[in-house]
C-alpha cells in the first residue's frame, strides 16, 4: 500500500502505517487504540491529575525543563522525523516546529505561576462595606487535545505544555497521519519524569478523537477543519464538555501602494509557500494595489521561480518539500483547475512537480482571479498563492472580509498608523502590519480565530486562561453586620432600595453617599428588629 492509497483504518486494521509522503515509504507503525483503551486512559489522567494538581509551579516547570533539555538534546532526530513524516524541509522543521516551542516551553515554565497568580478584583462601594473579591484559577481535570498533520510537534507540544504548567492531565490524540511525531512528544516528557498518566498519547483516526471526547474530558482542544471542528463541537454539546476550535483559514495579504514592494514580495511567497502552504495561517490570497502590481507581481513570480524544492530530508537548501499527502495535493488540484476554468492564468508552478516521485506540487501564481473561485473562497492549504489587482484600500479590506474565515490577515504600508487603522477593520483575530503567518511562533500572544476559523484563543495568557477554571472567592471581613438587603422588608427599606436604585454607583462614592443617612437607619432598623425577633424567639 502507499501513502496514495492509504486508507488510515480499514474495518478490521489495528495499526496506522506512517509514510513519508516525499518517497512513499514506510516509516514506522502506531496502534490504533481502542475506544476501551480511550475511556481508561481519561480514567488513568483523571487519577493522575490529582496530585498533579497539589505540586507547585516550580515543580512542573522542573518537569517541562528537564523535558525541553531532552528536545534540545535530540533536535536533530526530532526534525528528521517531523520531516519524514510531513515531507517538509528538515531546516523548516527546525525553524518553524523546534525553535518556538523550546521557547514556548521555557516561556510557560517560567511565567505560568505569574500569568496564574490570583486576582483582586476593585469592587467599589462594597470594598468599604468590608467585602473584597479574587479570583483564582484553577485546573481543569483532564483535557483532550486533538491535533493536525501539518505541525504535528509544535501545535499539540505547545498545548501539552501550557495545559501541564495550569495542573491539568493531558490525552493527546495525534493526527493519524503523524502518529510517530506524537507519540516522540510523549516519550521526551515520560523520560523527563513525568508520571504516564498526565501525558498519554492515544494514536488513532477519527474514530479515536471522537472516543476521547465521549470518554468525559474536561475540556477539547481540537485543530483541524471546519468540517471536523462542528463534528468536535456538535458532540461536545452533549456533555457540555468547553471546546477550542483553531479551525482553518483563508488569510488575506493586503499589499498597498505606498509598501515596500520588494519586502512584501519575499514576505508572500514566503508566507504562501513554506510548509508547502499547509499552515492554517498561510497566505491564501493576495490584494495588491494597481500603482504596484506589476512590480509586485514580477517580483514574486522571480523569486517562486527560484525556490528549490526537493525531498525535506538530506538538503539542507531545498526550501519547498512534499505535501502532507496525496489527498491534501487533490484539493490543491482541483482548486487550481476550478480557477484555470473560470479566466484564471498561472504565472508559475500549477502542476505537481513532475521531476519528484512523491506528493510534490509545484509553488504557483494564479493571476486574473476573483471570488466567484474556489481558490479564493475555501481553505486550498497547498502551495499556492492567487493575487488580485485592487484599485482603493477600502476595496481590499471588503475583500479580506468578504470570507468565512478570520485567522489572520497581513497589511503592508510604510505607516503604521495606516496599518493599524486598517488591521481594525478586518474581521480575523490576528492581524499583522508589515509581517506574515508568524505569530503562532510567539508564546505570549495569543491564537485564534473569528467567525469559522474557531473559537477560543491557544498561546499567551488568553490562550493559558483556557486551561483553568476561574473562581470567584468572595470575603465579607465583618461577619457581625447583616445585609441592608436581608429580611426583614418594611417601608424604610424599601424608600432605601428605591434610593439605591436611583444613586447607587459602583465606582463614584460621592453619588452613592448621599444615601449614607438613610442606609445607616437601616441597619439600626435591620438588627433591632432582628435581635428582637430573636429573643421573642426564645
Ligand atoms: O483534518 P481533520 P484533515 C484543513 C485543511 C485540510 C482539511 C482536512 O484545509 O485540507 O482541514 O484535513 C481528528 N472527532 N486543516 O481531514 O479531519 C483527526 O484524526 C474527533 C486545517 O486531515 O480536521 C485529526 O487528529 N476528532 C488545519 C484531527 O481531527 C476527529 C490543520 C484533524 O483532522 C474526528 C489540518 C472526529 N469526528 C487541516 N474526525 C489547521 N487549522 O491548521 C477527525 N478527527
Known amino acids: 500500500m502507499s501513502a496514495q492509497t492509504l486508507d488510515i483504518r480499514a474495518e478490521q486494521a489495528k495499526e496506522i502505517i506512517s509514510y513519508d509522503p516525499g518517497t512513499g515509504k514506510e516509516i514506522g507503525r502506531a496502534p490504533i487504540v481502542t475506544d476501551e483503551e480511550v475511556a481508561e486512559s481519561v480514567k488513568r489522567a483523571r487519577r493522575a491529575q490529582v496530585s498533579w494538581a497539589g505540586q507547585s509551579f516550580h515543580e512542573r516547570a522542573r518537569i517541562v525543563m528537564r523535558a525541553r533539555r531532552i528536545v534540545l538534546d535530540e533536535m536533530e532526530e526530532i526534525a528528521l522525523l517531523i520531516s519524514r513524516e510531513t515531507g517538509k524541509p528538515v531546516v523548516e522543521a527546525i525553524s518553524m516546529e523546534l525553535v518556538p516551542t523550546l521557547d514556548l516551553m521555557q516561556f510557560f515554565a517560567r511565567r505560568s505561576r505569574k500569568l496564574l497568580r490570583p486576582q483582586k478584583i476593585n469592587i467599589g462601594q462594597y470594598g468599604l462595606m468590608g467585602r473584597t473579591s479574587r479570583i483564582v484559577y484553577k485546573p481543569l481535570g483532564v483535557v483532550g487535545i486533538i491535533s493536525p498533520w501539518n505541525f504535528p510537534w509544535a501545535i499539540p507540544l505547545g498545548e501539552v505544555?501550557?495545559?501541564?504548567?495550569?495542573?491539568?492531565?493531558?490525552?493527546?490524540?495525534?493526527?493519524?497521519?503523524?502518529?510517530?511525531?506524537?507519540?516522540?512528544?510523549?516519550?521526551?516528557?515520560?523520560?523527563?519524569?513525568?508520571?504516564?498518566?498526565?501525558?498519554?498519547?492515544?494514536?488513532?483516526?477519527?474514530?479515536?478523537?471522537?472516543?476521547?471526547?465521549?470518554?468525559?474530558?474536561?475540556?477539547?482542544?481540537?485543530?483541524?477543519?471546519?468540517?471536523?471542528?462542528?463534528?468536535?463541537?456538535?458532540?461536545?454539546?452533549?456533555?457540555?464538555?468547553?471546546?477550542?476550535?483553531?479551525?482553518?483559514?483563508?488569510?488575506?495579504?493586503?499589499?498597498?501602494e505606498d509598501a515596500d514592494v520588494e519586502t512584501a514580495a519575499s514576505a508572500a511567497v514566503w508566507g504562501a509557500f513554506s510548509n508547502s502552504g499547509q499552515a492554517c495561517a498561510s497566505v491564501e490570497r493576495c490584494y495588491v494595489h494597481e500603482s504596484v502590481a506589476q512590480k509586485f507581481i514580477e517580483s514574486v513570480v522571480e523569486k517562486t521561480r527560484a525556490l528549490k524544492q526537493n525531498l525535506g530530508a538530506g538538503n539542507e537548501d531545498a526550501d519547498v518539500g512534499?505535501?502532507?499527502?496525496?489527498?491534501?495535493?487533490?484539493?490543491?488540484?482541483?482548486?487550481?483547475?476550478?480557477?484555470?476554468?473560470?479566466?484564471?492564468?498561472?504565472?508559475?508552478?500549477?502542476?505537481?512537480?513532475?521531476?519528484?516521485?512523491?506528493?510534490?506540487?509545484?509553488p504557483t501564481i494564479l493571476v486574473d482571479v476573483d471570488h466567484t473561485m474556489t481558490v479564493m473562497r475555501e481553505e486550498t492549504f497547498g502551495p499556492v498563492l492567487p493575487v488580485m489587482i485592487i484599485k482603493s484600500e477600502d476595496e481590499a479590506i471588503r475583500l479580506a472580509n468578504d470570507s468565512r474565515f478570520g485567522l489572520t490577515a497581513s497589511v503592508w504600508t510604510k505607516s503604521v498608523r495606516r496599518g493599524r487603522a486598517i488591521a481594525e477593520r478586518i474581521e480575523a483575530g490576528t492581524v499583522m502590519v508589515n509581517e506574515v503567518l508568524y505569530t503562532h511562533g510567539i508564546a505570549q500572544t495569543p491564537w485564534g480565530g473569528m467567525k469559522q476559523s474557531g473559537m477560543g484563543r491557544t498561546h499567551g495568557r488568553l490562550g493559558l486562561l483556557e486551561l483553568v477554571m476561574p473562581q470567584h472567592v468572595h470575603v465579607n471581613r465583618i461577619p457581625r453586620l447583616r445585609d441592608m438587603w436581608w429580611f426583614s422588608y418594611s417601608p424604610r427599606a424599601a424608600r432605601l432600595f428605591r434610593g439605591l436604585a436611583r444613586r447607587f454607583a459602583t465606582g463614584n462614592v460621592l453619588q452613592t453617599s448621599l444615601l449614607l443617612p438613610q442606609m445607616i437607619r437601616r441597619l439600626i432598623e435591620h438588627h433591632e428588629k432582628t435581635d428582637r425577633k430573636n429573643r421573642d424567639a426564645r
Request: net charge neutral; proline share 3%.
Open 161 to 256: 505544555v501550557m495545559a501541564l504548567m495550569a495542573g491539568n492531565a493531558v490525552v493527546l490524540k495525534p493526527s493519524e497521519l503523524t502518529p510517530l511525531t506524537g507519540l516522540k512528544i510523549g516519550d521526551v516528557f515520560r523520560r523527563a519524569g513525568l508520571d504516564e498518566g498526565l501525558l498519554q498519547v492515544l494514536t488513532g483516526d477519527g474514530r479515536t478523537g471522537a472516543a476521547l471526547i465521549e470518554a468525559g474530558v474536561d475540556k477539547i482542544m481540537f485543530t483541524g477543519s471546519v468540517a471536523t471542528g462542528k463534528r468536535v463541537a456538535e458532540s461536545a454539546a452533549k456533555t457540555l464538555t468547553p471546546v477550542v476550535l483553531e479551525l482553518g483559514g483563508k488569510d488575506p495579504m493586503i499589499v498597498l
Open 322 to 362: 512534499a505535501m502532507s499527502s496525496e489527498r491534501q495535493l487533490n484539493i490543491v488540484e482541483e482548486h487550481v483547475s476550478d480557477a484555470l476554468k473560470r479566466g484564471a492564468r498561472v504565472l508559475t508552478g500549477g502542476r505537481r512537480a513532475d521531476s519528484l516521485s512523491g506528493s510534490f506540487y509545484e
